[in-house]
């Protein structure tokens, strides 16, 4: 897939659906795909990406609704110490599908971050997995 492509749909593992993924098989054979992307901010970006991160925290009912509509277990974006460079982090059971949801999700949420992740970021680079764990047993046997 292209970069152009994976910003315009605006989910994290677009671009890496493509490629090979880390598939973190857990004890019980349920597998996760996680896809890490490097991207930058547009020229006049940064203030309007910053904006709509607070945004999504605000609205976070939403996110977590249109998350399950995906299948996404996870998605979470870093600001790197420079300032200028993010990281977007997602998982999910399955990227390609993820994806096609995302792309044809009609939420006013969705739709708006898609013009957002067009309009402030660019893709820098997609990451290779190299391995991912995940202790879905949380401390004292419960999980």
Sequence with gaps: MRRRDFVSSGLVGAAAAALPSAAATAADGAGFDAQLVRMRFKPDGKRLWLDWAEELKR????????????????EACFLAKDGETLYFFME??????????????????DAEHKRKLSACLEIVEVMTPLFDFQNDILPGGQG
């Design 59 to 74: 609205r976070r009912g939403e996110v977590v609704e249109t998350l399950r509509n995906e299948g996404v277990r996870s």
């Design 92 to 109: 999910s059971a399955d990227a390609a599908k993820a994806m096609a949801a995302f792309s044809a999700s009609k939420l006013p949420i």
